[in-house]
Nanobody, 111 residues
């Protein structure tokens, strides 16, 4: 069974940056898509970004131009660089590797 672990969440001021990491127990190259989703309190789950096996990327409308997803196949690692963070980015961020969801990491943007 694939295991997925996220890290890197925390408290940051508006305008700041955070880098989330997602480590899988299998090679990223064996997975067609690795994605990040988020769920804010009282809101529905929202697509953030994904990266395909060929390196292609997609972003949700609310994060395009501010977030960057990248992949390090050798380390079984997918990262999400988040810049120019806003209070509305506050959420639990989940990494999804194939059908497997991680436990999530909390990101709080507040002054």
């Amino acid at each position: 069974q694939v295991q997925v672990v996220e890290s890197g969440g925390g408290l940051v001021q508006p305008g700041g940056s955070l880098r989330l990491s997602c480590v899988a127990s299998v090679s990223i190259l064996s997975i067609s898509v690795v994605a990040w989703y988020r769920r804010a309190p009282g809101k529905q789950r929202e697509f953030v970004a994904d990266i395909g096996r060929n390196g292609s990327t997609r972003y949700g409308n609310s994060v395009v131009g501010r977030f960057t997803i990248s992949r390090d196949s050798a380390e079984k690692l997918v990262s999400l660089q988040m810049n120019h963070l806003k209070p509305e980015d506050t959420a639990v961020y989940y990494c999804v590797v194939g059908p497997t969801w991680g436990q999530g990491t909390q990101v709080t943007v507040s002054s």
